[in-house]
Each structure stands twice: as structure tokens, then as C-alpha cells.
């Protein structure tokens, strides 16, 4: 056999090898930015060590899904010494389409990492001051409706500090949503309005509250500002510069590729029911967007790695944290999560049947992103066990 003819078997059965360890899933070795299935890649794959790595992780995948009952799962993790992207289960129980690495899901509440960037965008072109009262932004109309308008600043409302009150809570908010098509998507203004007859929950800047309200003030706040949607202000300030091509604002925007349905024990009788035709906020500013993990590993990648996304200063600001007391602690936009990730930065987001999870670890340089169409499964835990994976614990 000569030396052309060997070159070639060899990369036969690599392509081949690779293939039958890596079930829906794709392997990414140092250097190399493209998926492995592609012909001149294989020789690269097998001489890193991520080829163990991606039998493991499958197989774990494909066992948390059946475990853990839930309908779909895709998985990307990226260290220093290479990345795997997988999937396992599907995207639809109604037509057993097999999930793939490259569908869509809804994301939740990470979209307020991207709302936070859009915010510190504008404070860097000197639109938006972190420490002003948020009546100085908010529409004139909407402005007399919000308690404390004068005194809670837009970062109290990035750092969830405001103690404004939640629309999602209210029972006319709750019998409104159930009544809603998804042809008929929700406006801010619409949304915000379900909170004006509610007492605030704190005093500003007293004490952290997960509050969705304060994202959608922000919404309101940022489409005022640039005169546009706040889609419109994702897609340039974000998506267009970064190339995600595969993230969209779900409701306001053409969906974008195959994505899947979220699930979810809604009538809690321990069934899972399809989330596909329920409109209780989607495409809202507290948790709107519809993206892959691929697209959520760039985001990453910009703002926490290569830190290009937003100024040093803008940055920083992002990253001061408030701490509840009990280990977890929030800045602009960005969780910092406690055990079973503690150390790690990102957001996670449930909602709309899925639950999601960007986090990414500076110490190991390592970033992990888990979307489940199963919004009652512990997702940190899940992520938790792919790293253990890679850290060979």
C-alpha cells in the first residue's frame, strides 16, 4: 500500500471511530473551529485527548436524559485543552424528532445577561447613567405608575436592589395568560401595568429580590432610549456584531431553524405537558430570546473570555456583586453561582417548559452550557456532572 493510500485509510477509519463514539454530537479539538465531521478534520480529533472525554460525555448525557425523564437535552463544554457539543432524546414528544446540537431553545431569564450588555452599551455612549433615577428614562405616561420612580436607579434595577413588585405573580396577570394567544404577543407596556396596583417589595437599594419587573422596566427604559424594540437593540449591539445567526427575540422576530418544545408538570399531576402553545410573557425584556449552544458559547466566549463585548469599565461594573446571604449573589445582569458551581459567572433561566444554564468557570478558563426542554430538573447538578467529567472526578 503506498503512502497516499495509507494517508487515506487512516482517515477513513478516524471519521468512522469518531462517528460511532459520538452520537449527535460534535468534537472540537485545540485549535480547530470547525464541527469534527468534516474530512480533514479527523486526524486532528484522535490526537487530542477530548476522544475519551466525548464517549463519557454522551453517554452521560443519554443517561441524565432517561433518568432524569426528560424529553431532550444538548450539552457544550469548552476548556482550555478542547470543546464537546452533544445531544441526546428529542426536541418533540408529539413526533420523536431526534434532538441535534444545533437546536433552538428558549433561554429564559439568561436573556438578561444580553439585556444587561445592551444597558452598559448605551451608559458607554453616554445615554443611560447607571446611578440616575430611573424616571429620568422611563416613558413620561408610565413613569407615575411605578412607586419610587424618583428613586431607584437603573442599576437597582440590573442588580435586582429596586424592590419594585412582579407583574408574573398577580392573579389577573395569571387568568390574562391563560386566555393569550401566541398570536397576540406581550407588550412592556402591556406587562408592566399588572404591577401599578401592587405595594413595592423593599425599599430601593435595601435588599436583593429576584424581581422579573425590573427587566421590563428596562425594556421599557431601552425602547425609549434608542426609539426602536428592544430586539431591534439585541440584534446591533449584539447578535450582528458577534455573528449569532442562530439567536432570535421569540414573538417579535421570524424563528430562526428548528427549535424545540419545552415541557413542563403544568397541571402538577407528575405528567409532562407541551409549554408549545402557552404565551404567558415570551419575547418579553426578562427573558425573551431563543438561541442554540453554540451562539451562547460566542456570548460567552465575547463578554467573559476574550472580554471584547463591553468596555474594561463597563465590565467591571457588570461584575460587582450583590450577595443574599445565602452564598449566591447577582451583579448587572449576572449571577454568581454557590454550590454545586460556586466560582462560576453566567445565568441560568427557566421558563416556558426549559431550563438553562450558561456558567462559566474563570479558574479553568471553562465554560459550560446545558439546555433541557424539561423546565423541573435540576440543571446545575446536571452541569455539575459534566464537569466532574471532564475534571476527571
Same mark, same amino acid.
Given at each position: 500500500?503506498?503512502?497516499?493510500?495509507?494517508?487515506?485509510?487512516?482517515?477513513?477509519? *478516524?471519521?468512522?471511530?469518531?462517528?460511532?463514539?459520538?452520537? !449527535?454530537?460534535?468534537?472540537?479539538?485545540?485549535?480547530?473551529?470547525?464541527?469534527?465531521?468534516?474530512?480533514?478534520?479527523?486526524?486532528?480529533? #484522535? $490526537?487530542?485527548?477530548?476522544?475519551?472525554?466525548?464517549?463519557?460525555?454522551? @453517554?452521560?448525557?443519554?443517561?441524565?436524559?432517561?433518568?432524569?425523564?426528560?424529553?431532550? *437535552?444538548?450539552?457544550?463544554?469548552?476548556?482550555?485543552? +478542547?470543546?464537546?457539543?452533544?445531544?441526546?432524546?428529542?426536541?418533540?414528544? %408529539?413526533?420523536?424528532?431526534?434532538?441535534? =446540537? @444545533?437546536?433552538?431553545?428558549?433561554?429564559? %431569564?439568561?436573556?438578561?445577561? &444580553?439585556?444587561?450588555?445592551?444597558?452598559?452599551?448605551?451608559?458607554?455612549?453616554?445615554?443611560?447613567?447607571?446611578?440616575?433615577?430611573?424616571?429620568?428614562?422611563?416613558?413620561?405616561?408610565?413613569?407615575?405608575?411605578?412607586?419610587? %420612580?424618583?428613586?431607584?436607579?437603573?442599576?437597582?434595577?440590573?442588580?435586582?436592589?429596586?424592590?419594585?413588585?412582579?407583574?408574573?405573580?398577580?392573579?389577573?396577570? #395569571?387568568?390574562?395568560?391563560?386566555?393569550?394567544?401566541?398570536?397576540?404577543?406581550?407588550?412592556?407596556?402591556?406587562?408592566?401595568?399588572?404591577?401599578?396596583?401592587?405595594?413595592?417589595?423593599?425599599? =430601593?437599594?435595601?435588599?436583593?429580590?429576584?424581581?422579573?419587573?425590573?427587566?421590563?422596566?428596562?425594556?421599557?427604559?431601552?425602547?425609549?432610549?434608542?426609539? +426602536?424594540?428592544?430586539?431591534?437593540?439585541?440584534?446591533?449591539?449584539?447578535?450582528? =456584531?458577534?455573528?449569532?445567526?442562530?439567536?432570535?427575540?421569540?414573538?417579535?422576530?421570524?424563528?430562526?431553524?428548528?427549535?424545540? @418544545?419545552?415541557?413542563?408538570?403544568?397541571?402538577?399531576?407528575?405528567?409532562?405537558?407541551?409549554?408549545?402553545?402557552?404565551?404567558?410573557?415570551?419575547?418579553?425584556?426578562?427573558?425573551?430570546?431563543?438561541?442554540?449552544?453554540?451562539?451562547? !458559547?460566542?456570548?460567552?466566549?465575547?463578554? &467573559?473570555?476574550?472580554?471584547?463585548?463591553?468596555?474594561?469599565?463597563?465590565?467591571?461594573?457588570?461584575?460587582?456583586?450583590?450577595?443574599?446571604?445565602?452564598?449566591?449573589?447577582?451583579?448587572?445582569?449576572?449571577?454568581?453561582? $454557590?454550590?454545586?458551581?460556586?466560582?462560576?459567572?453566567?445565568?441560568?433561566?427557566?421558563?416556558?417548559? &426549559?431550563?438553562?444554564?450558561?456558567?462559566?468557570?474563570?479558574?479553568?478558563?471553562?465554560? #459550560?452550557?446545558?439546555?433541557?426542554?424539561?423546565?423541573?430538573?435540576?440543571?446545575?447538578?446536571?452541569?455539575?456532572? +459534566?464537569?466532574?467529567?471532564?475534571?476527571?472526578?
Amino acid at each position: 500500500m503506498n503512502l497516499k493510500s495509507l494517508a487515506f485509510s487512516k482517515i477513513l477509519f *478516524a471519521i468512522v471511530f469518531v462517528i460511532s463514539l459520538s452520537f !449527535a454530537g460534535y468534537l472540537v479539538g485545540n485549535n480547530i473551529n470547525q464541527r469534527v465531521i468534516g474530512k480533514s478534520l479527523a486526524k486532528h480529533v #484522535i $490526537s487530542t485527548s477530548t476522544i475519551g472525554k466525548s464517549s463519557q460525555l454522551q @453517554t452521560l448525557l443519554n443517561e441524565i436524559v432517561v433518568e432524569q425523564k426528560i424529553p431532550g *437535552a444538548v450539552m457544550y463544554i469548552t476548556t482550555p485543552k +478542547g470543546s464537546w457539543l452533544g445531544a441526546s432524546g428529542v426536541n418533540n414528544l %408529539s413526533t420523536k424528532t431526534r434532538m441535534k =446540537p @444545533t437546536d433552538g431553545f428558549a433561554i429564559a %431569564s439568561m436573556s438578561k445577561t &444580553f439585556m444587561a450588555v445592551v444597558v452598559l452599551k448605551l451608559v458607554e455612549q453616554g445615554k443611560i447613567q447607571l446611578n440616575r433615577a430611573i424616571a429620568t428614562y422611563l416613558p413620561r405616561d408610565i413613569t407615575p405608575h411605578i412607586i419610587n %420612580s424618583d428613586k431607584i436607579t437603573v442599576r437597582q434595577l440590573l442588580n435586582h436592589t429596586s424592590g419594585v413588585a412582579e407583574y408574573l405573580d398577580t392573579k389577573k396577570f #395569571i387568568q390574562a395568560t391563560a386566555k393569550r394567544s401566541r398570536s397576540q404577543p406581550w407588550t412592556a407596556r402591556e406587562a408592566i401595568q399588572y404591577m401599578y396596583q401592587e405595594q413595592p417589595r423593599a425599599n =430601593p437599594g435595601e435588599k436583593f429580590i429576584y424581581t422579573d419587573c425590573n427587566y421590563i422596566l428596562l425594556e421599557l427604559i431601552v425602547e425609549n432610549i434608542t426609539r +426602536g424594540t428592544l430586539a431591534q437593540a439585541i440584534r446591533s449591539q449584539i447578535l450582528k =456584531p458577534l455573528g449569532l445567526k442562530h439567536t432570535f427575540t421569540e414573538l417579535r422576530e421570524p424563528t430562526i431553524g428548528e427549535v424545540a @418544545t419545552g415541557y413542563g408538570n403544568r397541571n402538577k399531576d407528575g405528567k409532562l405537558d407541551s409549554y408549545a402553545k402557552v404565551n404567558d410573557g415570551n419575547g418579553l425584556g426578562d427573558g425573551g430570546l431563543v438561541s442554540t449552544a453554540e451562539d451562547l !458559547a460566542k456570548f460567552a466566549k465575547a463578554l &467573559f473570555v476574550k472580554k471584547t463585548l463591553l468596555s474594561s469599565n463597563m465590565l467591571k461594573e457588570m461584575l460587582k456583586f450583590k450577595d443574599n446571604g445565602e452564598g449566591y449573589s447577582y451583579g448587572l445582569g449576572v449571577e454568581r453561582f $454557590s454550590s454545586p458551581l460556586a466560582k462560576a459567572i453566567g445565568h441560568s433561566g427557566t421558563a416556558y417548559g &426549559f431550563v438553562t444554564l450558561l456558567a462559566y468557570l474563570p479558574n479553568q478558563n471553562t465554560t #459550560i452550557i446545558v439546555l433541557l426542554n424539561n423546565q423541573n430538573v435540576d440543571i446545575k447538578s446536571v452541569a455539575k456532572t +459534566g464537569l466532574q467529567v471532564v475534571e476527571n472526578k
